[in-house]
C-alpha cells in the first residue's frame, strides 16, 4: 500500500518538479552566483556605491537555465551526477563517523589535519570526477574493455605488484630531515 508522502512525490514527478523546476532552479542558482561574483557585466555607480548589474546577470541566468532544461541529456545528466554526489557526502560523513568513533572528545569536533586532510580532498575530488565522468557515460567503453580483456587473476596480480611497490617505497624512503630553528 503505498502512502499518502509517495502518491505526494508521484504526483511531483507528473508536474515535472524534478526534471523542470529543480534543475532550473540550480542551474539559475549556481550561473547568477558566479554572474555576481565575477562582475563578468560590470558594476552601476550610484550615489550609494557599485553594484553588479543584477538586471543582465538574472537574465542571463535565467536564458542559460531555460536551454539547460531544454536538453533533456543534460536535466539526466545532472540528476545523476547530483544524486551520486549526496551518496559521496553520505559516504564521507560515515568515515567521519568512523574517524569520531576512536578519537577523544573535543570542543572543534572531529577535523582531518595534515596528510589526513590533503588525502580525504584528493579522494573526493577523483570521486567527483568519475562520478561526473560515468554520468556523461564516458567511463562504459572503458570498463568493458577491461572486462573484456582482463581476467581476475591478472588485475589481482596487478595490484600485488602495485601494493609490493608500495611496501617498498614506504621502507626505502629517506625521511625528512627537519629544520633546526636556530636563535
Known amino acids: 500500500m503505498a502512502s499518502t ?13 524534478y526534471d523542470v523546476i529543480l534543475p532550473f532552479l540550480l542551474v539559475f542558482t ?4 558566479i554572474l555576481e561574483k565575477s562582475k563578468v557585466f560590470g558594476v552601476e555607480k550610484t550615489k550609494d556605491g557599485e553594484f553588479t548589474r543584477k538586471n543582465l546577470n538574472s537574465m542571463t541566468a ?28 553520505m559516504m564521507s560523513v560515515c568515515f567521519l ?8 572528545e573535543q570542543k572543534e569536533g572531529i577535523a582531518l589535519e595534515g596528510r ?11 570521486g567527483l570526477t568519475l562520478i561526473f565522468l560515468n ?32 611496501f617498498v617505497y614506504m621502507i626505502v624512503k629517506e ?8 636563535s
Not at 557515460?137 to 601494493?163: C, K, Q, R
Open 97 to 104: 563517523i568512523l574517524i569520531g568513533s576512536f578519537m577523544k
Open 62 to 89: 535565467f536564458v542559460i537555465a531555460f536551454l539547460v532544461v531544454a536538453s533533456s541529456r543534460l536535466v539526466a545528466i545532472i540528476n545523476e551526477t547530483m544524486a551520486n554526489m549526496v551518496l559521496l557526502l
Open 135 to 166: 554520468s556523461l557515460g564516458w567511463l562504459e567503453p572503458g570498463w568493458n574493455w577491461i572486462v573484456a580483456h582482463y581476467d581476475s587473476t591478472v588485475f589481482a596480480s596487478i595490484m600485488l605488484i602495485g601494493v609490493m611497490v608500495g
Open 30 to 33: 549556481i550561473v547568477f552566483a
Open 116 to 126: 589526513w586532510k590533503f588525502m580525504f580532498m584528493i579522494i573526493m575530488f577523483v
Open 175 to 182: 625521511p625528512k630531515k627537519e629544520e633546526s630553528k636556530s
Open 5 to 17: 508522502f509517495r502518491g505526494v512525490l508521484e504526483f511531483f514527478v507528473r508536474l515535472g518538479i
